[in-house]
């Protein structure tokens, strides 16, 4: 599998693997995507892990700062961050031994996927995981 992950069998495969998701730019506020997002992929089974340097927590779920202030390795970042972060957030992605990075739409860095895919890391851009999931998992097993 390429470190790009861009083919529907390749993220339907990352989306049944990962079990727990870091969601780095999560919003109290229920009116923004980052929270619709979480609130789904908790819907769906994962195990999300607030992160935003704002928030000692989320809905009930400890908030952490930074990934690696997580304290163990998460299978997955879903970054809701703006593009200039990107990097700032592949890096600390790096260094919590995360493994895939999912950005959301409108979160694009060439030179951030660029240090994402030389350290390893699978890497998604610029979809957003609910809808992925909902068109490649949920109604697909709805049937």
Known sequence: MSAILSSDPEIRTLLQTVRSIAVVGLSE??????????????????????????LTGWQGIPSYPSLTAIGRPVDMVDVFRRPEFLLETIEDAIAASSGAVWTQLGVVSDEATGRAVAAGLQIVVDRCAAVEHRRLIAEREAL
Not at 43 to 52: F, K
Request: zero cysteines; a positive charge; hydrophobic letters at 35%.
């Open 29 to 54: 506020r229920s009116s923004r995507p980052s929270f619709g997002v979480a609130r789904y992929l908790i819907d769906a089974g994962y195990e999300v892990i607030p992160v935003n340097p704002n």
